[in-house]
């Protein structure tokens, strides 16, 4: 079973950056679509980027689209979101996801089978 652990999260003032980090356990990290999900108080998980196993094509969420980059180093089975020019809206709880058939729709929560803890990121104003 894959295990993701995020790291990076914390609090920064608006139009700042920060990059978050997960690393992910197992062979097979390189065959994994990846993303990026955050949700924050009493709202619905929400999709912000993802990235195909071989790095060549990434969709974001269109709020973040200029602002964040995701990547990955298979190498180092590990998977980054580059987040700049933060906005008090973005502040959240931000999963790293895995999906190992690269089946269904890779904007939808329920396309990935394995989730990280979650790392929060606060933005404040």
């Known amino acids: 079973q894959v295990q993701l652990i995020e790291s990076g999260g914390g609090l920064v003032q608006a139009g700042g950056s920060l990059r978050l980090s997960c690393a992910a356990s197992?062979?097979?990290?390189?065959?994994?679509?990846m993303g990026w999900f955050r949700q924050a108080p009493g709202k619905e998980r929400e999709f912000v980027a993802t990235i195909s196993w071989s790095g060549s094509s990434t969709l974001y969420v269109d709020s973040v689209k200029g602002r964040f980059t995701i990547s990955r180093d298979n190498a180092k089975n590990t998977v980054y979101l580059q987040m700049n020019s933060l906005k008090p809206e973005d502040t959240a709880v931000y999963y790293c996801?895995?999906?190992?058939?690269?089946?269904?729709?890779?904007?939808?929560?329920?396309?990935?089978?394995?989730w990280g803890q979650g790392t929060q990121v606060t933005v404040s104003s």
């Open positions: 996801a895995a999906d190992r058939d690269n089946l269904g729709n890779p904007r939808r929560v329920e396309t990935y089978d394995h």
């Open positions: 197992g062979r097979t990290f390189s065959n994994y679509r």
